[in-house]
């Protein structure tokens, strides 16, 4: 059985920082991605940040570059998400998902909500402004 867990959301003050964590179990299999979605009050999850099984390859939604670092432990079963300089506009659920995929598949087409995959039951990320 997959199960994600995620941790280290928080409140925080803007300009701060960040790491969220999530644990992987029960991944049989070396071709999956990882990844970091977020809802915010309203509106539609989206994709953060994606990384593939063996860590080489990464991908940010435009908004979060520069500002926002993916990365796994050496035993791919913790994915970590570095938010650095956190704005208002980065409060939300966070989310990790799982996708035996490539990491573009699983951010850019087949993303979250739609019954594919694994996935966490989130942390909460509120920034204070």
């Known amino acids: 059985q997959v199960q994600l867990v995620e941790s280290g959301g928080g409140l925080v003050q803007a300009g701060e920082s960040l790491t969220l964590s999530c644990t992987a179990s029960?991944?049989?299999?070396?071709?999956?991605?990882l990844g970091w979605f977020r809802q915010a009050p309203g509106k539609e999850h989206d994709a953060v940040s994606c990384?593939?099984?063996?860590?080489?390859?990464?991908w940010y939604e435009d908004s979060v570059k520069g500002w926002f670092t993916i990365s796994q432990d050496n035993a791919k079963t913790t994915v970590y998400l570095q938010m650095n300089d956190l704005k208002a506009k980065d409060t939300a659920m966070y989310y990790c998902?799982?996708?035996?995929?490539?990491?573009?598949?699983?951010?850019?087409?087949?993303?979250?909500?739609?019954?594919?995959?694994?996935w966490g039951q989130g942390t909460q990320v509120t920034v204070s402004s």
């Open positions: 998902g799982a996708l035996e995929a490539d990491l573009m598949t699983l951010c850019t087409v087949v993303g979250m909500g739609r019954g594919l995959g694994y």
């Open positions: 029960g991944l049989s299999v070396d071709d999956y991605a």
């Open positions: 990384i593939d099984w063996n860590g080489r390859r990464t």
